[in-house]
């Protein structure tokens, strides 16, 4: 398994001015460019080939004062692996500092798996952050691994255009704004259409942006091609399964 360096792990106890200096040091030495070991094109949801990278889909459930972090890896349609961990919640929901809610837990998780994936993507954000370093950012770095972030709802940041009813695959720039660290006008992410009805765009789309070793092109295209045929990009979907269902067996 990857080694964690310790010197990223999210920390709780932290107070704010301390996450947040932790996280201008994670944006600093996060990549945010190619840097990976396979090839984007090879990714898939369908059948795999002996090329095919392993893709990790992180998610969590909630039960009380417990947090489960759920990790699946799959090589296309095929699950190669499955974990998760249980373990208490120590931070509350903070915009912005959301790894030091999320984080500990996830590192746990990667702890408990046979083998690394050659990719992750996380249901949270990565550069699309007001410092850069969203969850995506902040784990993919702790373990030197290339991280995607998908959130259901944009941090920061601003679309270059409409993101109203697009249709399935279409996706629009998203760039920086004052709200972030990084000048205005840089790109940081996507607006990515991943599932529309086909006589109503009601589906909203998802916000892909890099978390580590990634361009922001790249991200968004290995998330295009980890479309299915629900909303949520099939790798964190089936993390999000396998959390509740482990939610389900806590008494």
């Known amino acids: 398994m990857a080694e964690i360096r310790e010197r990223f792990r999210p ?7 301390q996450m947040e200096a932790l996280q201008r040091d994670i944006a600093q030495t996060a990549v945010f460019e190619d840097a990976v070991d396979f090839d984007p094109t090879t990714v898939t949801v369908d059948t795999p ?4 990278p392993i893709v990790a889909g992180v998610d969590q459930a909630f039960l009380d004062d417990q947090i489960v972090s759920a990790i699946v890896l799959t090589r296309g349609e095929t699950v190669v692996a499955r974990t998760h961990t249980t373990t208490p919640i120590e931070f509350p929901y903070v915009p912005g500092l959301l790894s030091f809610r999320e984080g500990g837990p996830i590192l746990d998780a990667f702890e408990a798996l046979p ?3 050659d990719v992750i993507v996380f249901d949270g954000s990565g550069r699309i952050h007001f410092r850069e370093a969203g969850l995506a950012t902040h784990i993919g ?42 000048p205005d006008g840089t790109t940081v992410g996507h607006a990515l259409q ?7 765009h009601r589906i909203n789309p ?46």
């Open 194 to 200: 991943t599932r529309q009805y086909p006589n109503s």
């Open 141 to 182: 770095v702790a373990l030197d691994l290339p991280a995607i972030g998908v959130a259901k709802t944009l941090l920061c940041g601003q679309p270059v255009s409409s993101t109203a009813a697009l249709a399935a695959g279409e996706r629009v720039e998203i760039v920086a704004d004052e709200t972030m660290s990084t």
């Open 11 to 17: 920390d709780p106890s932290m107070n704010r001015t």
């Open 115 to 117: 083998t690394d994936p």
């Open 206 to 251: 998802v916000y892909v942006s890099p978390g580590h070793r990634l361009s922001a092109d790249t991200a968004t295209a290995i998330i295009d091609r980890c479309r299915g045929a629900y909303k949520l990009p099939e790798p964190t979907r089936l993390a999000d399964a396998a959390a509740d269902e482990a939610k389900d067996t806590i008494e």
């Open 49 to 52: 080939t002996p090329e095919t």
